[in-house]
């Protein structure tokens, strides 16, 4: 099984800028869809952005459009969440995710990384 490993978060004051990485190993990198989700205690762990697996394509969710920046490198086997203009609403667990499966087809993200805290203050 895959295994993805986040890292980069922490407390940053209102304004400021982030940049969460996910190291994965097991499968190869370069074959998954891989997407950021966050979730707040009490609410839905929601899609924040999303690559396909050349990099090519991407998607973001409206609240970060604009603001943040998914990326990857397939040969160090890494995604990137580039955080930029960051709000207290922003604040959250931050999750990175791997699917074997087309970024246009619907489909569960079936992998999980342990998740990164990220605390914007006002």
């Known amino acids: 099984q895959v295994q993805l490993v986040e890292s980069g978060g922490g407390l940053v004051q209102a304004g400021g800028s982030l940049r969460l990485s996910c190291a994965a190993s097991?499968?190869?990198?370069?074959?998954?869809?891989m997407g950021w989700f966050r979730q707040v205690p009490g609410k839905e762990r929601d899609l924040v952005a999303a690559?396909?697996?050349?990099?090519?394509?991407?998607y973001y969710a409206n609240a970060v459009k604009g603001r943040f920046t998914i990326s990857r490198d397939n040969a160090k086997n890494t995604v990137y969440l580039q955080m930029n203009s960051l709000k207290p609403e922003d604040t959250a667990v931050y999750y990175c995710?791997?699917?074997?499966?087309?970024?246009?087809?619907?489909?569960?993200?079936?992998?999980w990384g342990q998740g990164t805290q990220v605390t914007v203050s006002s």
């Open positions: 995710a791997a699917r074997l499966t087309p970024m246009s087809t619907p489909a569960n993200y079936n992998y």
């Open positions: 097991g499968r190869a990198f370069s074959s998954y869809t």
């Open positions: 690559i396909s697996w050349s990099g090519s394509n991407t």
